[in-house]
């Protein structure tokens, strides 16, 4: 069989691996990924501001590389990804250091020490540009006057540094130092989010830092707090590996505080942070996709499932199955499991509009006595309409006391709700990525005490329930179920609120 070497030249094949698409951010997770693998505890990444000759170092105190690893860990394309290969190894196809690194910036250096000894390669696509025979010119030793920055490898502890610079890819016309201050705290929220199970609480296995600052690990599943909906984890046997599923649903934010709120957004916002959130080996790969799963058409992100957050990990012998790409951005998962990660996902959807559609308050009481809603929403072939209850206690009482008047009160309570300005609300909702304030949320004791002593009054007064019953009602009904402090509070004795 006839054949001839067809290698491509260097110049147009990594200009070429510039467009993969990746993020500044994504592009430091490869990055610290390389620098776990070599069983780092502390990375330090620093950006350095000074125009045009700004650089980004990763510095981190693992197991170093020889000679040899240095230069198989600079080429490109040294490693198959169908090879087996460590379970705890991040990596799958011997790129991410070099793509990840092309893609911001023009000059990439590595230097490494292990046995006491100092070892440094360098990538300059400057050089390859200027090269008329299009080979691979690995160079040696940092570039004149970029000595200084290797400055803090010292032969007698092993680690790695690698320093990005020439950022043309960042640095751009315009591109001051504030435009750099805010991406630095991009990547910070990505990181956070990306290695949270590494870095979070007592069980930290790494230190990740950026220009000195600690980053705080952002846990997409609000596990600590006490509103948070857990499920048991499912295990499910695939054809590469078990994988593990575990569905989560946020508190709604009537349950949080304001800075509650801001911590459970995360690094994109409410509504994009739903879904699944695919890791490997603990590292998060995707977060807050639906995985194009759905019955006909793939889930959008829709606003009242954004608080449904779903942790599936998968083992590193699963990225040919699951089409994990070489930015660790994208997944799709086997046929023969699709159907059972629907089912899941249709639980955790369902489960997240109840919350979101009851702001976090349920049907029933803790002691599971039905809640009496003002408001009743209605299935038909037509489609979903929306009553006022009759039964709730205060239009039951109105209606009872009317008289002559109550034909006219029941014409209005169906001018009600036949108006009900249904479109606008969720026009509301959607642009202000929340639902309207409802069941006196924000409104001081007082306002809300106002209206129970009015309720309670009525209740003993002219409906003559004895005080217990009157108590036990409210603490069933809409929206006075939300303040059991201030039911509790009211007086052992009947009440007259107009004296």
């Not at 300059?124 to 691979?136: C, E, K, M, Q, R």
């Not at 990005?164 to 956070?192: C, K, M, N, P, S």
């Not at 759905?294 to 957050?309: D, I, V």
């Not at 059991?484 to 052992?492: G, H, M, V």
Request: net charge neutral; glycine share 6%.
């Amino acid at each position: 069989m006839k054949s001839r070497n067809a290698p491509p030249r260097a110049d147009a094949m990594i200009e070429a691996l510039r467009g993969l698409g990746y993020s500044l951010p994504s592009a430091l997770a490869d990055i610290i990924d390389n620098s776990i693998a070599a069983e780092a505890s502390e990375i330090d990444v620093t950006f350095v501001w000074n125009g045009a000759k700004s650089f980004i170092r990763v510095h981190d105190n693992g197991t170093g590389m020889d000679e040899a690893e240095i230069d198989l860990a600079m080429r490109l394309g040294e490693k198959n990804p169908l090879h087996s290969r460590n379970a705890s190894d991040l990596g799958r196809f011997g790129l991410g250091l070099k793509t990840a690194s092309f893609s911001q910036c023009r000059r990439l250096t590595v230097a490494t020490v292990k046995n006491f000894q100092i070892n440094c390669l360098r990538w300059d696509l400057d050089v390859l540009a200027g090269s008329s025979d299009g080979a691979w010119h690995l160079l040696e030793g940092p570039a004149d006057g970029s000595e200084d920055l290797l400055q803090i490898l010292s032969p007698d502890r092993s680690g790695t540094i690698v320093i990005w610079e020439v950022l043309d890819r960042i640095v751009t016309a315009g591109f001051v130092e504030q435009d750099l201050l805010d991406l630095i705290d991009t990547v910070e929220r990505h990181l956070a989010m990306v290695f949270h199970r590494y870095i979070e609480g007592a069980r930290a296995r790494i230190q990740i830092k950026i220009n000195g600052r600690t980053v705080r690990a952002w846990d997409p599943f609000f596990i600590s707090h006490s509103a948070t909906w857990t499920s048991p984890i499912e295990r499910l046997p695939t054809a590469s590996g078990l994988i593990e599923i575990q569905s989560h649903i946020l508190p709604h934010r009537d349950r949080l505080t304001q800075a509650e709120h801001l911590y459970g957004e995360g690094p994109d916002g409410w509504t994009a942070q739903q879904g699944f959130y695919v890791y490997r080996n603990e590292r998060l790969l995707l977060s807050g996709s639906w995985l194009g799963l759905g019955r006909g058409r793939s889930w959008t992100k829709e606003e009242s499932h954004r608080l449904a957050r779903i942790r599936l990990d998968i083992p590193n012998s699963a990225d040919i199955d699951w089409k994990i790409d070489v930015r660790k951005s994208t997944a799709r998962p086997p046929v023969q499991i699709r159907e059972r990660l629907m089912l899941i996902a249709e639980d955790a959807r369902e489960r997240a509009r109840r919350v979101f559609a009851h702001r976090g308050n349920y049907k029933k009481t803790a002691d599971g006595t039905p809640i009496e809603h003002a408001w009743l929403s209605e299935k038909s072939r037509a489609g979903i309409s929306y009553r006022i209850n009759a039964k709730h206690p205060a239009i039951k009482g109105l209606l009872d006391d009317a008289g002559p008047l109550k034909s006219r009160i029941q014409v209005l309570l169906r001018i009600l709700e036949e108006t009900v300005p249904v479109q606008k609300i969720w026009l509301d909702t959607v642009e202000a990525k929340d639902t309207p304030r409802t069941n006196f949320s924000g409104q001081p004791n007082e306002h809300v005490n106002e209206v129970l002593l009015a309720m309670y009054e009525d209740m003993t007064t002219r409906r003559g329930m004895s005080c217990a019953l009157a108590k036990l009602t409210l603490g069933t009904t809409e929206p006075f179920h939300n303040f059991p402090f201030l039911i509790s509070a009211l007086p052992e004795e009947h009440i007259n609120v107009d004296k």
